[in-house]
């Protein structure tokens, strides 16, 4: 099992960027695809990005493509999100979440780890 906490979060302006953090820790972290949702007030969680065990395959909602990057450094047990160009929309909680398929899922279900989330707050 591996245990998840996010950092990184905070109150930005639109335009601004924010880099997330996913620290893991317990059983390998390399073993895990992970991915990062979010969850907005009134709405249901959402996919943001996924990346795969050995960080050769990313993916990426239509609304994060080209403007957020995953990221993944195995030796330092941390998952990243690299947020560009923030929108008042991006406004959510944000949980990083971890998988043991061998592929990369959008689906939260794919996902038995999760994190406590960490809050994004982005002011128009």
């Known amino acids: 099992q591996v245990q998840l906490v996010e950092s990184g979060g905070g109150l930005v302006q639109a335009g601004d960027s924010l880099r997330l953090s996913c620290a893991a820790s317990?059983?390998?972290?390399?073993?895990?695809?992970m991915g990062w949702f979010r969850q907005a007030p009134g709405k249901e969680r959402e996919f943001v990005a996924a990346?795969?065990?050995?960080?050769?395959?990313?993916r990426y909602a239509d609304s994060a493509a080209g403007r957020f990057t995953i990221s993944r450094d195995n030796a330092k047990n941390t998952l990243y999100l690299q947020m560009n160009s923030l929108k008042a929309e991006d406004t959510a909680v944000y949980y990083c979440a971890a998988s043991n398929l061998l592929f990369t899922t959008p689906s939260a279900s794919g996902y038995p780890y999760w994190g406590q989330g960490t809050q994004v707050t982005v002011s128009s």
């Open positions: 317990g059983r390998a972290f390399g073993i895990y695809a």
């Open positions: 990346i795969s065990r050995g960080d050769s395959n990313t």
